[in-house]
């Protein structure tokens, strides 16, 4: 009775320090990053994602994003995107609050910046009913490579996705 006992807690205790594990995120193959910046007019912008890597990948060919397809862009949870005040984006009206990040390569260096009402879930978990807005944005090339997708805002409400060669940009006021 002893030997069940003993046994069933030590896999009590091997079981609990995997979900803590699990747990921490960043041990994961993409692990979390924190994109933020305060703009002129005191608007605070977050960018809270988690960070694929290339590993020898092509972009559009063996990760995404693919052409007309919705992205998460990031990995893992959708990524978020939260503004502490009223902002526009490519001077569109986007209410303070926390939104899931997503977009689509239109092809020609353009992309559609979706904003999302549902933010809080997997990154795959997309709807498009749930849309608060989308926005148009240019893509270009960039002259480095980044192994691991970025987000940078600039103070001035420049947005920036770069991963790879691949510059997605926007910009909020």
Known sequence: MKKLFLLSAMAGLFFASTACAQQDKSKRPSPPAKATATLAGGAAVTID?????????????????????VWRAGANEATVFEVSKDVTVEGKA????????????????????IFSNKWNVWGTVYNESDDALRVDAKASQGSSSEERLTYTVGNDGKVTLAWGTLRVVFHVK
Do not use: C, H, W
Request: charged letters at 25%.
């Open 49 to 69: 994602y988690s960070q694929p890597a290339l590993k020898g990948r092509t972009i559009g060919k063996d990760v995404e994003p693919n052409a007309n397809k």
């Open 94 to 113: 986007l209410k303070a609050g926390k939104y899931g990040l997503y977009m689509i390569d239109k092809g020609n260096n353009n992309f559609t910046v």
